[in-house]
């Protein structure tokens, strides 16, 4: 027996969702949020910028999150703004306050942020925080063979 459902029996008011519960404290996103050093790589960020011209920037955080997303998944500018743009554990890692349906911010923003700062800072502070993202452990032990890409309990 084949089960399928048609194309045209989906609609957006029929599908459901977890958006009335709460996030997952064990997803690999909230965890991460909890141990990254934002407020050391915000100070970096904020030492290479002048306070007292130019429009506002976004937020810090998101910029820092953006950053992480982008090197973690392999994405590049726009690739990560749509990907926080439709993940809800994405905007929460990113800072957000609440789930959002439009982009964050544009692409070019970060285009934006490396003239900004200048290529050298940019790069620094671009490694730095890719060097403290890679170095973070996981808050919970996974048994893994050296076999198999999936942890022991996935697999069994």
Same mark, same amino acid.
């Given at each position: 027996?084949?089960?399928?459902t048609? %194309? $045209? +029996?989906?609609t957006?008011e029929?599908?459901?969702?977890?958006? !009335? +519960?709460?996030? =997952?404290? *064990? $997803?690999r996103?909230?965890?991460l949020?909890?141990?990254?050093?934002?407020?050391?790589? /915000? =100070?970096?960020?904020?030492?290479?910028?002048?306070?007292?011209?130019? &429009?506002?920037s976004? !937020? *810090?955080?998101?910029?820092?999150?953006?950053?992480? *997303?982008?090197h973690?998944?392999?994405?590049? !500018? &726009?690739?990560? *703004?749509?990907?926080?743009?439709?993940?809800i554990?994405? +905007?929460?890692?990113?800072?957000?306050?609440?789930? +959002?349906?439009?982009e964050?911010?544009?692409?070019?923003?970060?285009?934006?942020?490396?003239?900004?700062?200048?290529?050298?800072?940019f790069?620094?502070? $671009?490694?730095?925080?890719?060097?403290?993202?890679?170095?973070?452990?996981? /808050?919970? /032990?996974?048994?893994i063979?050296?076999? =198999?890409?999936?942890?022991?309990?996935?697999? %069994?």
């Amino acid at each position: 027996m084949i089960k399928y459902t048609p %194309a $045209n +029996q989906l609609t957006l008011e029929g599908f459901l969702h977890p958006f !009335d +519960q709460e996030l =997952s404290p *064990v $997803n690999r996103w909230v965890e991460l949020a909890a141990v990254v050093p934002w407020d050391l790589l /915000a =100070s970096v960020y904020s030492d290479k910028l002048d306070t007292r011209r130019g &429009r506002l920037s976004i !937020d *810090v955080r998101m910029v820092i999150g953006a950053i992480i *997303v982008k090197h973690r998944l392999g994405l590049d !500018d &726009r690739g990560t *703004v749509a990907m926080i743009s439709e993940n809800i554990y994405l +905007q929460y890692f990113c800072g957000l306050t609440g789930f +959002q349906t439009k982009e964050p911010f544009h692409p070019t923003v970060l285009v934006d942020i490396r003239k900004r700062m200048g290529g050298r800072s940019f790069d620094s502070w $671009n490694a730095l925080i890719i060097e403290k993202a890679d170095s973070l452990k996981p /808050a919970r /032990a996974k048994n893994i063979d050296k076999d =198999s890409e999936y942890p022991k309990e996935v697999r %069994a």
